[in-house]
């Protein structure tokens, strides 16, 4: 077994984590990962993935997508998944959310296309069979109790018990929580994307804020999804950044991190730079994907700060972040707005998001510019009328210093 070293887990860093995604040059694509929480229709509870003699998500999906031509199997983990004609696929996640998965599609329009042509239909028929598949950062109607973990291999038991050393943010992450994640090449311009993507993401979760309500009740957050998550682990959250030495500061963070899938010593989970005698390399991949900052570097960038959407705004936050990182003036002045990535910011973003004036301006002025890339990316890139849907959410929102959050306020009031 090769002895893992500082030097060897920066190199790996840098030619496959960073590097491979550089290495695309000019490329343009982008790909979404999209989840949503199951809840009956009729109670609001949440439906277990498969039971007897209650709704489940796992029966209806095997209908559903035996008409669809979808493939079961497993994935890695040993969980259900179905594999999508189009690419792609449909998976669990801890708490039995449903995600779908895209494969990278080369432009706004086509990764739009194909969202509508699943999501749609699978969001229709579920109705019809008393599934209410919710677009929201966090269960609106249903505490932590009544959310078990429901998938239970060796990497969620770790997790869940590690997690809960913590506090129990970590439960109400891996069982309550939904968001819309988004994912880019880094292309010819790979640090400044990089640089622009973290300054981004707090401003990406104030302007998608959409977890106003937990448990039945108004928590005061526009995105009570990323309160929990500034509280699940600082070791392995946040924004990871440094304008001098970026792989280094991500290779600091990672070995700084707790090795949550490594046997404890005397019951302690020990940073995995404390680890590299007793790992491997499979060991640092897996160690790898339970890092969780707001961007991911995965050979390609992954933003993972919005909550989860209506899917008639899908266009909006495709707007936003390609027309700024894939128009290259767009992303100058982007970063001439943006300047350093601040970390503090993430706190302001969800619990006061776009009421904060100022993050409320900068917001606006950025869905300007990303309405401006986006049309210079041309027609072929993002069509008018999906365009013209991204910006009928800015006006609505962004320019108004309001979320979807404050639509689920005011229902919530009202009901």
Same mark, same amino acid.
């Given at each position: ?6 030097? $060897? ?41 498969? +039971? ?31 594999? $999508? ?40 028929? !579920? ?12 269960? %609106? ?20 018990? &590690? ?5 129990? +943010? ?30 981004? !993401?707090?401003? +990406?979760? +104030? ?6 309500? &937990?448990?039945?009740? %108004? ?14 682990? %600082? ?88 027309? $700024? ?5 767009? $992303? ?25 004036? !100022?993050?409320?301006?900068? !917001? ?5 510019? /990303? ?12 069509? %008018? ?19 979807? /959050? ?10």
């Amino acid at each position: 077994m090769t002895i893992l070293t500082r030097s $060897l887990l920066r190199d790996d860093l840098e030619s496959t984590t960073f590097g491979a995604g550089i290495a695309s040059g000019a490329a343009r694509r982008v790909g979404a990962e999209v989840e949503f929480l199951p809840l009956d229709s009729l109670t609001g509870r949440r439906c277990p993935i498969e +039971a007897d003699g209650v709704i489940s998500t796992l029966p209806f999906l095997r209908r559903f997508g035996a008409t669809q031509g979808w493939q079961e199997g497993f994935t890695a983990k040993g969980t259900p998944c179905f594999a $999508l004609p189009e690419g792609g696929a449909i998976t669990f996640e801890p708490g039995g959310q449903l995600e779908y998965s895209t494969p990278p599609c080369t432009s706004a329009t086509g990764l739009l296309a194909l969202l509508r042509s699943v999501v749609l239909p699978l969001r229709a028929a !579920a109705v019809e069979e008393g599934i209410e598949l919710v677009a929201s950062g966090i269960d %609106p109607a249903n505490s932590i109790e009544d959310a078990p973990l429901l998938l239970r291999p060796k990497r969620y038991e770790r997790m869940a018990e &590690y997690l809960g050393t913590r506090g129990p +943010a970590g439960a109400r992450m891996m069982r309550q929580t939904a968001s819309l994640q988004l994912s880019f090449d880094f292309g010819h311009e790979p640090w400044l994307r990089w640089r622009v993507l973290n300054a981004l !993401a707090p401003y +990406a979760s +104030a302007v998608f804020a959409n977890s106003p309500i &937990y448990a039945g009740q %108004p928590t005061g957050h526009p995105s009570e999804r990323a309160v929990v998550w500034r509280e699940v682990d %600082p070791a392995r959250t946040g924004i990871v950044y440094d304008e001098e030495h970026p792989v280094d500061a991500y290779l600091d963070f990672a070995l700084s991190a707790p090795a949550i899938l490594l046997p404890t010593v005397a019951g302690e989970y020990l940073p995995f730079g404390a680890c590299l005698d007793r790992a491997d390399n499979h060991a640092w991949e897996e160690h790898l994907s339970t890092l969780f900052p707001e961007v991911r570097p995965r050979g390609h960038l992954e933003l993972r700060s919005p909550d989860a959407i209506a899917p008639r705004w899908y266009p909006a936050p495709i707007a936003l972040m390609t027309g $700024l990182l894939y128009h290259s003036d767009s $992303l100058h002045a982007a970063d001439d707005l943006l300047g350093t990535p601040d970390a503090a910011l993430l706190d302001r973003a969800g619990s006061v998001g776009l009421h904060d004036p !100022a993050m409320a301006r900068t !917001a606006g002025d950025l869905a300007e510019l /990303a309405i401006s890339g986006c049309r210079a990316l041309g027609p072929n890139y993002f069509h %008018p009328a999906d365009l013209e849907r991204a910006a009928d959410f800015f006006d609505r929102y962004t320019r108004q210093g309001r979320a979807p /959050a404050d639509d689920a306020v005011e229902r919530a009031i009202a009901a």
